[in-house]
């Protein structure tokens, strides 16, 4: 059938289908080599995780000569958002932090491949496997306030049975009922007056006017999360920053295999001609080391076309100077932009890269302290040397009453294999950039690396006297980020392209700007689920792409979620009205001696 349809779990374009599958049987088999895969070449535009991913899943599952695969960077070194790197000039930069998880099954599905760079008879995943084990996530403290202190009922999520309602309420809600709704038009004070919320948002940088659709997927996807959200002990980090520990090791791989890397290369147009009901990209325009080139493409040239990006136009300051904030669009939105024109069926660019709310998060920061007075800060609240190799926050520390809303994160030291012995990387965040600061009278766009240091210095504990002694004696780098909430905006079901839009013969999208269902954007698991996809379904791969983690189909996992929710108390504990108390007491006579009891008490909600 020509066009894309959903059969069963099967999406099909023409006679090809790419399905979904769980467990062992597929997911250690190895599919053959697919037909008429010799005569086909790719063409990847980007070099961020969705990108180097694709190469992968190209070379490993499609099997394609890694001479036929050119990767197309628009920068000068690959890796997109997943960086980390020391600048000549400006020292360690990092723009943000990737919290990964052990249900990321198309993630570690990738990382089962690549071989570490350090020993080559282990894997990726098989080193990070064993630091985890070794080195779990545990924050001993998740949110502070007044200067430093742990928030009195750290651990509750203060949940009232009305917010618990809209939760519910939200989840059995049909995405097509919430194009376009944003979370504070289906959850009250009350919810958001919770440390769920302050939880969840800081964990995963919401804010109350993004998307309320994926909201819900984030809830459904994550469910099994809601008992650990206090300590962030569902959390896998890597060894060093994700550049280092990730990127790299792909990247070597790749070559290894002989794929054509190009860099100082920017792809402006991708023409799209209609053969009947066939959409075939029939043409690549781009530019190389600021030569305007072009290819033109046939059926047997795939492309895969990373469109938008978080990190675009990111800038950068110093310690004497905040990062400027004004910025071209740059060159992936206005690559989406010409494809959009083009086809309805290719997206809407302008919903995610217009209209951005003020009240976001933009600023982020590297400061890298050179001597150890700080240390006794982190440790008073953290509980951890920071020098001691272990992960010290295990994801983000939150300051509450911060009215930037300030988060830091201090992954295991040294974060990048050059850092010295005596040097300590923080990294910072504001979730929100549109009001001053408690200790600097700034909006965070604003601030010099210097003032930012001294904003959290302030939160910390430090005494006022020593705050701009400390901040001046270390390097703080504000980074600006435009785009970096705009995979939350509310949007409607087209505005994200399909991972092979409907009739496309040989143009795929790939990333978090592509949709593909159930699963949650602004992880690396998105990333690499649409490239998985995308090979598959243009080169009908014949293996199943492992599903989304069913976890709001477990029955286990919302039992459990039920008790945390409620605070850890069982279903006679809860206050609920007399008359759904009696009907409770009734049911749980029914239940009395049954498999649903023994369930009910092992979550000890009995």
Known sequence: EIGVRLVGSEMCIRDRCMYYSNGNYEAFARPKKPENVDEKSAYIVGSGLAALSTAVFLVRDAQMSGDHIHILEELSLPGGSMDGIKNDRLGYIIRGGREMEPHFEVLWDLFRSIPSLE????????????????????????????????????????LSEKAIKEMIDLILMPESKLENVQIDQVFDDEFFNSNFWLYWCTMFAFEPWSSAMEMRRYLMRFIQHVGCLKNLSSLRFTKYNQYESLILPIVHYLSEHGVDFNYDTTVTNILVNRKGNKKVASK???????????????????VFVTNGSITESTTYGDNDHPAP??????????????????DESFGHPEKFCQNIPDANWTISATITFKDKRISPYIEAVNHKDPYSGSIVTSGPTSIKDSNWLLGYSISRQPHFKVQKDNELVVWLYSLYTDRKGNYIAKRPDECTGKELCQEWLYHMGVPETEIAEIADSASTIPCHMPYITTYFMPRGLNDRPLVVPKDSQNLAFIGNYA????DTVFTTEYSVRTAMEAVYTLLDVDRGVPEVFASAFDVRMLLNALYYLNDQKSLTEIDIPWAEKAVLKEALKKVHGTYLEELLKEYHLL
């Open 119 to 158: 020993n080559p008879d282990h894997s990726i995943l098989d080193e990070f496997y064993w630091l985890n084990k070794e080195d779990p996530c545990y924050a001993k403290t998740r949110v502070i306030c007044n200067r430093g202190k742990a928030l009195p009922n750290d651990g509750q999520l203060t």
């Open 284 to 302: 690549l325009e781009f530019t190389k080391a600021g030569q305007v080139k072009e290819l033109f493409l046939s059926e047997n040239d795939l």
């Open 325 to 342: 904030v004004k910025h071209e669009l740059g060159a992936s939105w206005e690559l989406w932009q010409k494809l959009a024109a083009q």
């Open 515 to 518: 949709e593909t269902p159930r």
